[in-house]
């Protein structure tokens, strides 16, 4: 393990793994998630998930995942817990919107780097180093979770190892992150009334097999009853399947250290059939859910909010906060206007862009 850069003490009864998870847990960073947009905004539903409730359910997913492949189950958790703090508000139409401002300046967003700042110096809360000084693996892990990258590609992040892969347990989190979203929208759309268990069961395999396996045991259950009781045994399916195709691939890599996995190509994934129903779900949700015109018309909202708030900003910086305004010393302006909204939750952005801009 190579710890902290900041050298502490260990604690008397936590592990480091631990001590990163609650650290995410106390941030800032961590608590905006609120009120920030998963996929549908609270303006259509306050019972929707939004971008904390998915974190909580990705955390749950993935200690289940770690225990059962004999993983470390607090590295995974501390992963998962942090894999989204880095998102502006109103989810990926937020980060489209910030990264073609800031691309008018020759630079960019991104929601990984962002969130390695955030805990690397943003967040303020100890005397004795900036940031959260988490454990070289968990920030390793945040940056790496979902794409790897070579050296010199991606120069912020050359300090993690590029060209090798993470640790298992940081492989873990993509496919689960989309286990967790791809049925938590679906949930979400069927309570929305996007569409029908019927409609869901023509377009995604091994859907209508466990519908009518609910519809045989509870012929006398409401529908919703019955969606809910298809909609556990969904996740149950994919994340057995990610279980085993995982492990089938561990075995078969011949795999015995760290050091071995992380020269191998990535080694998590769905079972053949599981993965089946995953991309057809995936596609099922783009037609149904992510391309409808509530949801497109949200998104076009955000978007133009982002732009108006962002060159608001950009000419008259004197409405930045004190805070902000001290960072232009080390800065160029649009950087902080980019971080400085890229922080904000979905209800301070609206509260700030109707007292900036009517």
């Known amino acids: ?26 941030a800032r960073a961590f608590r905006r998630l609120e009120d920030k947009t998963q996929v549908f905004a609270e303006r259509l539903s306050d019972h929707f998930r939004n971008r904390l409730t998915h974190t909580i359910e990705v955390a749950q997913i993935s200690r289940t995942l770690a225990a059962a492949l004999g993983l470390d189950e607090d590295f995974t958790e501390a992963l998962a817990l942090a894999h989204d ?3 502006p508000p109103f989810a990926h139409a937020g980060e489209e919107a910030l990264n073609l401002q800031m691309q008018a300046y020759g630079d960019s967003f991104d929601h990984t780097l962002n969130a390695l700042r955030l805990v690397e110096s943003f967040e303020q809360r100890y005397a004795r180093f900036p940031g959260l ?5 968990v920030r390793e892990g945040m940056v790496k979770h979902s794409r790897d990258f ?25 496919l689960t992150d989309e286990v967790a979203y791809n049925t938590a929208d679906l949930d979400d759309g069927y309570a929305a009334g996007l569409f029908t268990m019927e409609e869901i069961a023509a377009a995604v395999p091994h859907y209508g097999e466990l519908a009518e396996e609910m519809e045989s045991q509870f012929p006398g259950a409401a529908e919703k009853v019955r969606f809910q009781e298809v909609l556990r045994r969904l996740i149950d399916l994919l994340v057995s399947g990610l279980i085993e195709g995982t492990r089938q691939n561990v ?8 050091a071995e996995v992380r020269r191998l190509p990535r080694l998590t994934a769905l079972v ?14 783009f037609e149904r859910v992510y391309s409808t015109p509530p949801l497109l018309e949200e998104r076009k909202h955000a978007c133009d909010g982002i732009a108006a708030l962002f060159e608001f900003y950009m000419r008259t910086p004197g409405e930045l906060p004190e805070w902000q305004r001290e960072r232009l010393e080390e800065l160029p302006l649009h950087r902080v206007v980019c971080d400085y909204i890229a922080g904000m939750t979905d209800g301070f952005f609206r509260r700030t862009r109707t007292r900036l801009l009517g």
């Not at 000084?133 to 693996?137: A, W, Y």
């Not at 075995?251 to 760290?258: E, K």
């Open 1 to 26: 393990m190579r710890g902290r850069r900041y050298p502490e003490a260990p604690h008397p009864y936590r592990n480091e793994f631990q001590r990163d998870r609650d650290r995410i847990v106390h």
């Open 85 to 87: 703090i880095g998102h």
């Open 133 to 137: 000084n988490l454990t070289f693996e």
């Open 150 to 174: 070579a050296p010199g590609e991606r120069p912020e992040f050359d300090e993690y190892l590029p060209g090798l892969r993470p640790p298992l347990e940081a492989q873990l989190i993509d």
């Open 251 to 258: 075995l078969q890599s011949g795999a015995r250290s760290v």
């Open 272 to 285: 053949a059939p599981a993965a089946e129903t995953n991309r057809a779900l995936k596609h099922f949700l």
